[in-house]
């Protein structure tokens, strides 16, 4: 099936500066804090992950950056433990497929036709290490931020070199910014207290 592009609308989405998802939306029911092989692990399941603005950007072919970050702190504001998980996404629209690849050390990647499997596939965290032990058993703070980014630091350098109109002084940029956007501020999650998590078995 033939599939055209609409050239003003895909211009507006590549310039139009997006801002980070801000929104850190986790059901009490999908947050699972656990010990594992000596490793605190988090489940969770993020909702209201892409915004319309980030949705349009993906369908009309632009590379997004997915960034999810946790961080653990005491109540005195120290820092005990820091982890992050890099998802690049890809939409060929000629193909009519997304692919989802999972930024670790061992390289997942999710091949489909429908949005909704990438969504689920972003959206579901399994097993993500947030601290290895011992920890403080003090009550800690689990703090999350979300960075959701069409344009990636790549796909802007192209953008610059393919059109060439963005040269210093010129007057579009008053109107539009290739810049990355600032990181979302960090949300605090959940309070607990390492000593009650419970204890899983190694798969």
Same mark, same amino acid.
């Given at each position: ?15 139009? =500066? ?22 605190? @692990? ?15 950007? /993906? ?39 997304? @692919? ?11 091949? +489909? =036709?429908?949005?909704?499997? /990438? ?21 800690? +703070? ?16 192209? +953008?610059? @070199? ?35 998590? =419970? ?5």
């Amino acid at each position: 099936m033939a599939r055209f592009i609409h050239i003003p609308m895909l211009v507006a989405c590549m310039f139009a =500066p997006f801002r980070p998802v801000f929104a850190q939306h986790i059901s009490k029911d999908s947050l699972y804090i656990y010990v594992q092989s000596d490793t605190l @692990r988090v489940d969770a399941t993020i909702a209201s992950l892409f915004s319309k603005r980030a949705i349009d950007a /993906i369908e009309s072919g632009m590379t997004t950056s997915i960034v999810v970050q946790f961080r653990l702190r005491t109540g005195r504001g120290d820092q005990v433990g820091q982890r992050g998980l890099t998802t690049r996404l890809e939409h060929d629209i000629w193909e009519g497929e997304y @692919r989802l690849i999972r930024q670790a050390a061992q390289a997942d990647t999710l091949i +489909t =036709p429908r949005f909704e499997d /990438i969504r689920r596939g972003c959206s579901r965290l399994q097993g993500l290490d947030l601290a290895g032990l011992p920890l403080p058993n003090v009550p800690l +703070t689990l703090q999350m931020r979300i960075d959701v980014n069409p344009i990636s630091p790549e796909q802007q350098e192209r +953008t610059r @070199r393919w059109l060439k109109i963005l040269e210093k002084g010129s007057y579009l940029e008053f109107f539009y910014s290739l810049d990355s956007p600032p990181s979302s501020e960090w949300v605090d999650v959940i309070k607990f207290r390492p000593s009650a998590l =419970p204890h899983l078995l190694e798969k």
